[in-house]
């Protein structure tokens, strides 16, 4: 009798660990410290704020979370953005597909978190805790974290435990280049699966990339969840093209997923897939000045960008270190010695390179 009550009290107990605890609400949205797509009602948009940790002063930080969940089952796909306090436009594409995805068409479950790192966004900076700490630590280096480390693990490990992880079939990590810089439309990704999704994206460029440790992306691919990272232009800003052309391309992905009815758009014969990157520097501090825009196809040795000495003088003209095309610009004129000007990708054909050098 009492195996029995402790066996009934085992299988109460199990699924409580894993389902969905809401805590409270604020202004009549709930605040959730774990969530399980799986018990909430199917054919609808829910909204939470998700508590990752608390401030110094006490204040939690709440993280938003939008969850479409469809009428029909299906995969669940988690889309995260912001986790680099500068980088908004990925912010904007989650905001449109929460308010545009009908949870009556749709198959399976989007994870929508627009907004993974609110002190970052306050501060608009790229780090967690921009200003407080001394080492300000990227949140995009920290997962899967650990729940009762350092404020950033702990951070990271409520997100990767309780938001991310339990809640994603494949996912897609929208970023934008950081502050004095400019990306095209760029992916990231890492095994033939996750570059079939990147495909699908239509970005301007992929790039093969074995990735950082301890990435949103990179961890959940290490954990068997195919991921890819979706770079989306400049910081700081609502860019609208870039925005549009991300909502589409991932509406496109949850085609081919089966997510939405309709036809998948094939990749654009334009794509330009690299799996090399490589920075061309200038050797002197001073105004650079490019002499090429972002996306320009180069040749090695062409001159990429100028740059002139405080009264104006030229002091040195920056060349293209590869054959490839340029993914990256500094668009802050002002060039430390050995700052970056530009970064090229290029396509190697050295087969260990096939997922990236
Ligand atoms: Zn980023």
Redesign the pocket.
């Known amino acids: 009798m009492r195996g029995l009550i402790l066996a009934s009290a085992l299988l109460l107990a199990a699924p409580a660990l894993a389902a969905t605890e809401t805590i409270g609400s604020l202004d009549a949205t709930p605040i959730i410290d774990r969530l399980d797509t799986a018990d909430l009602p199917a054919g609808q948009t829910q909204r939470f704020w998700f508590r990752a940790g608390a401030s110094p002063v006490g204040q939690p930080w709440l993280v938003p979370v939008v969850v479409v969940k469809g009428a029909a089952a299906g995969p669940r796909l988690l889309l995260t953005a912001g986790?680099?306090g500068d980088?908004l436009n990925g912010i904007a594409v989650l905001h449109r597909l929460a308010a545009t995805v009908d949870p009556a068409r749709l198959a399976g479950t989007l994870v929508l978190v627009p907004g993974l790192n609110p002190p970052g966004l306050m501060q608009s900076a790229?780090q967690f805790t921009p200003d407080w700490g001394r080492s300000a630590p990227n949140l995009?280096r920290e997962m899967p974290g650990k729940e009762g480390g350092s404020a950033v693990a702990d951070f990271a490990g409520r997100l990767w435990n309780r938001l991310l992880r339990p809640n994603a079939d494949a996912a897609v990590d929208l970023?934008?280049q950081?502050r004095g810089t400019a990306y095209m439309m760029y992916v990231f990704a890492s095994s033939p699966r996750t570059r079939r999704m990147a495909e699908l994206v239509a970005p301007d460029i992929i790039k093969m990339d074995k990735g950082d440790k301890g990435t949103v992306e990179n961890t959940l691919a290490d954990d068997g969840v195919p991921a890819i990272t979706l770079e989306l232009g400049r910081p700081e800003m609502f860019d609208d093209v870039m925005i549009a052309r991300g909502e589409s391309g991932l509406l496109n992905l949850m085609r081919e997923m089966k997510m939405l009815p309709g036809k998948v758009t094939p990749p654009p014969a334009s794509l330009f897939v690299a799996n090399d990157i490589v920075p061309a520097r200038a050797s002197k501090p001073g105004w650079a000045r490019l002499l090429l825009p972002l996306g320009a196809a180069v040749k090695k040795d062409q001159p990429l960008a100028e740059i002139r000495d405080a009264f104006g003088r030229l002091v040195e003209t920056v060349i293209s270190p590869a054959d490839g095309r340029i993914n990256m610009i500094a668009t802050d004129p002002r060039t430390d010695q050995g700052g970056s000007v530009a970064r090229i990708v290029w396509w190697s054909a050295d087969p260990a390179c096939a997922n990236g050098c």
């Open positions: 986790i680099h980088e790229r995009n970023h934008t950081s």
